[in-house]
């Protein structure tokens, strides 16, 4: 796409182009010759911020205008337009981060060189690059302020008027890498701003604060660092001084007036014209065949941001920046920060899989890359990881490659690292084998080495029956020590690295079907997990459990018993070849068996198959029931039905203990038959061999070796009865596992796509709803239209089985409604990407689940990286703090296998302190407080009223007086709305809420309320 031209042309510009005119003859000549025209059409872009550019531009002719990012409005903003004799795209090279944005304002020429032809020059030539560097571009100028004032929350300022304002009074420092620089050589009265590389903790982008600092400040990264001083009070200073051209405008301009028209000059050349599209640096975005993406994004959203965009890009993956943006929006303004945790939801959201794992230093050459990290206070991927050096994607910096040791200056001993998996892109059919087979494809030069390993240990084993006729016929009869000497040292030898061999094989073959067994099971779990509601009220704990066992069993027989088969079949043929060359009579008496042998495993499989399905129910049955025991121990001991239970559990075992009993004994009656059959054979060689021995058609070394070689043969036929009843247990398990995997998540492809609901304001419209768990049984609600206003605090109430918590759960889209919609600020919620709903919404439920651990860590649950003050700001809002500091072990109190070591009034506060923490706009609590004391219930139910004042809140309860004072309460029975109003309203009509409240009234329940009142 590009043209070369004579070079003198080229260099009689370039001679007379600051600071091209500072090379001597023979520099500039060399360079000339690496120089080509190019010519751009009106309105066609030279450069993008979002790519490293792979060439600098001189305008040999034309107009180009230059635009500037602006981060707080998203906006591109045109800074000005220049002309002939400047040099763009120098500044994206010497910072290592691209920000240039340029388009050709009229028909452009431009004389391009090569990215990597003006780094070398640069290197080459000192005077050169300091000429260059020493300068501060509008571009990079107006980026700096835009993160800045982008932190600093100023969206007033207008950045185009500053920047033009400050640019002349803007002073460049570059300094070398490791280099160190004493603070007071920095004029503190100015504004130090981070253009690239790191000074200390300040990444690029970053603001220097003198106060945070020592007396030194040191260079880290491996280009430098470069940074822009700009006056402190530069609004006042600058106020009434128009834009004028700087000091290197004004000499460009005094070398340009030397330059004679060169329009004239290149008119009749055929110049062509560029590519349409910019082209990418090569040298920084590709190592290899692999390519690394780099997308550039500065601050707290605009960072992680970039990453997510970056592994979409790696992984071929679609990436819906505006969706993606908000989540992370709505995420820093409920938690303040975008944890790691977080950053995992929101590549689930885009189609990767994910692992979390806590990673040392010295192990981080074992990570498979790539993978995403905290790193200096944002975000970077992990693209190549080697025992010596990590290529890393950094958003404010660029595509960088560290030393370990460099590396763990800044990343630490030990972090977390968010381990990612492409998608499988699976068509969408019946659960099998098949399921497997990429899994198994990607180990597969593993596993092909295991196989070539397993070959050489099946080869070393005929060694034993040749020695072994050797040393019968030669040795033996000959009498010679010496060659059984050698022989015995041989078969040492062999024994030996057969061993050695064996161990190898071991090695890898565990190792690679251990991490096999990790990538299959985190699927089955992540596909489990985002199963709906109903697939697991449908089903019990134990038998789903039983069923994600199965999983071993599956891959085992792929990648164990397979393997033998294979081994089996192929050295089966090679035996009895070998067989073959000693005696075909022998051959054909070895194997007469083989039919008998089919016979019985193709009688005996179908029984042990339908033995095998009934040996599984069974098993789940048991271990249902034993988990259900041990779930409701309390209830267990309490109800004095510990004998009962264990009557139930040992009817149950005994129909386990039967079933089991009959498949062993017909794998066992199998087994003798097949044992049987092969000592048959063995009688029937030895006899048959004997005679052949006898008629001096075969040695007595022979025989036994021949004795030897078939028992190879013979022992592969007898695992072939085991072989089968596996592939028979394989199918069972293929079977039951494939009803979890062939089960629709509650998130298909179609849903994924859908709009991000933005921040839920708190309008809630249920339209004509009416739902049902199945056809066959009555509906759980009727025709129920419902509208809440934001802000409103609505108590739901009514008796047992009324529909109040399935209500509230076809909010959360935990149950799909059989007919109507719900609507949460006019946007249906079936409509909406289920994750950024449910994000939204916090729900405490009455059985509350803790899990094991601290309670500081499951308060801090949904936000790992909380402060210990938000921690116990939520824990008080909880009414929770006064009590875990009376623990012994305070914040730090191990809570036990679901909350099991606190109350259950305890464990409702920790659980309503742990959806405090998620800050959600919009709170359900379903019989949240229904374990607490009178005061502690009036307590907790004032906190969330005050901190959750103008946030829409559903409150369901049995107790009338907890929620009079609500805005709107809702009273229910047998799935519909029977009632509506404030608690005066309900009272004037005297129906069934005037009627509870009374009944409550005279049980002597207390007068406190709640509500947002």
Known sequence: MTYSVASNQVHEFLEQTFPFNQLNPQQLHTVTTKCQLVRYRTGQPLFVRESMPAQIAIIYEGKVRLLGYDQRTEKPASLQVVGAGEILGWVGLVRGVPCEIAIASTEVICITLPAADFLDLIQSEPLFAEALSNKCVLSELFELLSVELNRQADANTNLKEL??????????????????????????????????????????????????????????????????????????????????????????????????????????????????????????????????????????????????????????????????????????????????QVAGAVVEMIGLRTQLVQVPVTAIHRVKAPALIRYNDSFAILYSITEKEIVLGIPESGISRRKIRDFSEVWGNESQVLLLQAPLNKPKEKFSLKWFLPSIYKYRRVLTEVLIASAFVQLFGLANPIITQVIIDKVLVQKSLDTLDVLGIFLLGVGVFEALLTTLRTYLFVDTTNRIDLSLGS?????????????????????????????????????????????????????????????????????????????????????????????????????????????????????????????????????????????????????????????????????????????????????????????????????????????????????????????????????????????????????????????????????????????????????????????????????????????????????????????????????????????QENIALTNPEASSEEIIEAAKIADAHDFIMSLPNGYNTIVGERGSALSGGQRQRIAIARTVMQNPNLLILDEATSALDYNSERQVCQNLAEAFRDRTVFFITHRLTTVKNADVILVMDQGAIVERGTHSELMALKGRYFCLYQQQEGMGNGEWVMGNG
Request: glycine letters at 6%.
């Open 163 to 340: 920047a033009l304002k400050i640019w002349q009074d803007v002073t460049v420092l570059n300094l070398s890498k490791g280099s160190k620089v004493n603070i007071s050589q920095l004029d503190s009265q100015r504004i130090w701003l981070v253009s690239s590389g790191a000074v200390e903790n300040f990444a690029a982008g970053s603001r220097l604060d003198f106060d945070s600092v020592g007396q030194f400040l040191r260079v880290s990264g491996i280009r430098g660092a470069r940074l822009l001083s700009l006056p402190q009070e530069e609004g006042k200073k600058y106020a009434n001084i128009p834009h004028s051209s700087t000091p290197v405008e004004t000499r460009l301009i005094a070398s340009l007036q030397k330059i004679q028209n060169p329009k004239s000059e290149i008119q009749n050349l055929e110049i062509p014209y560029a590519s349409d599209e910019p082209p990418i640096s090569s040298s920084e975005t590709n190592t290899g065949q692999t390519k690394f993406p780099y997308v550039r994004g500065n601050g707290a959203i605009d960072a992680p941001l970039a990453c997510l965009q970056m592994l979409s890009q790696y992984f071929g993956v679609s990436f819906r920046r505006d969706l993606i943006k908000k989540v992370l929006q709505n995420q820093l303004k409920a938690a303040d920060n975008i944890s790691l």
């Open 523 to 855: 699927e089955v779990i992540d596909h489990l997990l985002k199963l709906p509601l109903s697939f697991f009220e449908k089903r019990r704990i134990g038998e789903l459990a039983g069923r994600m066992n199965e999983l071993e069993n599956i891959r085992s027989f792929l990648t164990g018993t397979a393997l033998t088969v294979v081994l089996d079949a192929i050295f089966s043929v090679i035996y009895i070849v070998v067989m073959l060359f000693y005696s075909w009579t022998l051959t054909l008496v070895a194997l007469a068996t083989v039919p008998l042998f089919g016979l019985l495993t193709m009688s005996v499989s179908p029984i042990v198959r339908q033995q095998l399905k009934h040996k599984a129910e069974r098993y789940a049955d048991t271990q249902s029931y034993f988990v259900e025991v041990l779930s409701g121990i309390q209830t267990v001991k309490a109800q004095n039905i510990e004998l009962k239970s264990r009557w139930q559990w040992q009817q149950k075992h005994v129909k386990y203990i039967s079933a089991g009993f009959k498949n062993v004994i017909t794998s066992s009656t199998a087994s003798s038959i097949s044992g049987f059959l092969n000592k048959f054979s063995g009688f029937l060689l030895l006899w048959v061999g004997a005679h052949l021995v006898l008629a001096n058609q075969l040695t007595l070394g022979q025989l036994i070796a021949f004795r030897m070689i078939a028992g190879y043969v013979t022992s592969p036929l007898l695992r072939l009865i085991q072989l089968w009843q596996n592939f028979q247990e394989t199918a069972l398990s293929i079977e039951r596992l494939g009803d979890v995997l062939d089960a629709p998540q509650e998130i298909d492809e179609a849903n994924s796509k859908n709009i991000t609901l933005p921040e839920i304001k708190g309008t809630v419209n249920y339209e004509a709803i009416s739902f049902g768990f199945n056809a066959n049984v009555a509906l759980q609600l009727r025709n129920i239209n419902l509208e809440i206003n934001a802000g409103s605090f609505v108590g739901i109430v009514g008796q047992s089985g009324s529909g109040k918590s399935t209500l509230t759960k076809l909010l959360q889209r935990l149950y799909e409604p059989t007919s109507g919609r719900v609507k949460i600020d006019g946007y249906d919620v079936s409509k909406v990407e289920l994750y950024s709903l449910r994000r939204q919404i916090g729900t405490v439920l009455q059985d509350t689940l803790l899990f094991s651990g601290t309670i």
